[in-house]
């Protein structure tokens, strides 16, 4: 008989919430389906405004649509960044790790094991905050079993043809794009500012010496 999900997280809380970095490259190592399956149970796990639960997750494992996705994911990507007045790859300076890693992604998300399309299931900005929550639980039910990702969105250029491409109803909404697989290197830990300059106490500016760490 099969481990009821809950029953597979037996990674600490504490070890998936300081080692779940993103994870941009990935393994060419497919994800059993009882592992994507318990990875989407845990998503709808999530709280959400009302218990609406006005998530839908379209999981693409099919290669021919990876690729496709993929391409229309390259188109958007670099539509955002001519919108920030970066026009191609050398306009992004080497030293820039994050943004260097995003560019490839960018490249190859296609390839990736696996994506989710994290779906609300109408437009109002209401219920896609409300999908915000899964895709954290979605992330850290991943990292428990071995499996890496991280969040991306799309660019309102490529949508209608997202829809077109996955038969999305017109009314509803995709709020990110998820690629799953098994990392080409490690999991954390991650590199995060000090609590002290990201957090206050009572007033925007009060920050106590037990936040210093």
Known sequence: MPIPAPDRFTMSLGEAIYSMRAIRRFR??????????DILDAARQAPNGG???????LLVTDVEKRARLGELYREAWWTKRKDEGINGPEDIPAGKGVRQSAMRLADEIGEAPA??????????????QSVIPSVQNLLLAARAIGV???????HSIVEE????????PAEARVVYCVPLGYPRGRFGPVNRK???EVAAVNSWTNTPDWMAT
């Open 28 to 37: 060419p190592k497919e994800i059993e389906e009882r592992d994507l399956r």
């Open 161 to 168: 043809r997202v829809h077109q491409l996955f038969d999305i």
């Open 115 to 128: 994506l989710v399309l994290v779906c609300s299931n109408s437009r109002g900005e209401g219920a896609a």
């Open 194 to 196: 000090p609590l002290s």
């Open 148 to 154: 890496g990702g991280t969040i991306t969105t799309l």
């Open 51 to 57: 218990n609406a639960q006005p998530w839908r997750f």
